[in-house]
Structures are given as C-alpha cells and as structure tokens.
T-cell receptor
Framework: KQEVTQIPAALSVPEGENLVLNCSFT??????LQWFRQDPGKGLTSLLL?????REQTSGRLNASLDKSSGRSTLYIAASQPGDSATYLC????????FGTGTSLTVIP | DAGVIQSPRHEVTEMGQEVTLRCKPI?????LFWYRQTMMRGLELLIY????????DSGMPEDRFSAKMPNASFSTLKIQPSEPRDSAVYFC?????????FGQGTRLTVV
C-alpha cells in the first residue's frame, strides 16, 4: 500500500523567507502528484499538478518538483507572505489518491 | 462549472439520529470520492465510485455508514445511527482521472 509522508509537520518562518516543504512516497508507480492548500475550516484547493512524466511545475511563487525514482516531491515557496499561512498537503495518484498528513505553515509578519 | 458542491455545510445532530450528506460532482468527472478528516487521523478515504459504481468501500468504518451514487450528478453518504465519534469534516471529491477536485466539506457534529 502506498504510504505518503510529509516533513515537517509544522513550520514557522518570518515573512519574506523562501521555504521548502517535503513529500515522500513509498511506491514509485504513480500517475500524478498533486499539491493542495487547506485553510482552516475550508476545503482543499489544488495548487499544482505534476504528471508522472514531468519533473516540475510552476505557478507564480510556487514551484513543485517530482523525483519518482527516489519517491520525493518538494514544494518551494518563494518570498513567503502571511497569506501563505495554511496547511499544505500532497497526494499521489495510483488507483486512488493517497494523501500525506500535511505541513502546517505559519508565516510571521 | 461551480465545482464540487456539498450540502449541508454544517450539521449538528443528536446521537442515534440518521444523517445524510450530499454531493454534486463536477459534470463529466467519472470518479467520486468520499473522505473524512479529523485532527487525529487526517484525511481518510471512505469509498470511491467509478461511473456510479462503488469500487472500493474498504474505508467505510462500519455498517452504520452507507454511500450511494444513483446517477452521475449526485451522491449521498448516510450514517445511521450516528455516534459522537462520527464527528468530523466529510469531503466529497470528483476526478476526471488523476486529478482531484474537492468540495468545501460538511462539518458534522454529533452530540
């Protein structure tokens, strides 16, 4: 069974810092990897989707990379802002979606 | 498209009562998923459908839980009888294949 791990579980940084969130998975036979953002009391909003044939995707200040062979993905956030404070989850797609437990990010003004 | 629509957004019920959660997936999506999210256990997959047919219900906690998808535009998750430990946020998600789109969730409180 696919196991997805996210480290760290929580992260606090001052505004303006660049940061990296990590996601690892045990089975490299995946279709896609998707990064989500969840604000308190809200649903999951898709940030980036990386197909298995791709190495990375970018959207604004966000850049996600994928290394299937090592079972790792990273989400890079440049010039962090207080509005980036949320929980970030990664999900890998096989026969279903397998989610990590998320990283809770706090950006301090 | 308006996205995945769930109702109600909030539900408070007494222990022993029947609860029905509803989901309207994005039109054209062949897959529909029901998840439960708690602080302790994170996101748990309860059941998913492909073309209205249940494919994997191994995550349904017990016989008190049931899910149906009578057509491509509607699904329900029913809990009967409800218990306090069922209190959680329940999410519905739909997918055209390998990308998930989530609804805003139903926050269920069983007192």
């Amino acid at each position: 069974k696919q196991e997805v791990t996210q480290i760290p579980a929580a992260l606090s940084v001052p505004e303006g810092e660049n940061l990296v969130l990590n996601c690892s998975f045990t089975d490299s036979a995946i279709y896609n990897l998707q990064w989500f953002r969840q604000d308190p009391g809200k649903g999951l909003t898709s940030l980036l989707l990386i197909q298995s044939s791709q190495r990375e995707q970018t959207s604004g200040r966000l850049n996600a990379s994928l290394d299937k062979s090592s079972g790792r993905s990273t989400l890079y956030i440049a010039a962090s802002q207080p509005g980036d404070s949320a929980t970030y989850l990664c999900a890998v797609t096989g026969n279903q979606f397998y989610f990590g437990t998320g990283t809770s990010l706090t950006v301090i003004p | 498209d308006a996205g995945v629509i769930q109702s109600p957004r909030h539900e408070v019920t007494e222990m022993g009562q029947e609860v029905t959660l509803r989901c309207k997936p994005i039109s054209g999506h062949d897959y529909l998923f029901w998840y439960r999210q708690t602080m302790m256990r994170g996101l748990e997959l309860l059941i998913y459908f492909n073309n209205n047919v249940p494919i994997d219900d191994s995550g349904m906690p017990e016989d008190r839980f049931s899910a149906k998808m009578p057509n491509a535009s509607f699904s329900t998750l029913k809990i009967q009888p409800s218990e306090p430990r069922d209190s959680a946020v329940y999410f519905c998600a739909s997918s055209p294949g390998h990308e998930a789109f989530f609804g805003q969730g139903t926050r269920l409180t069983v007192v």
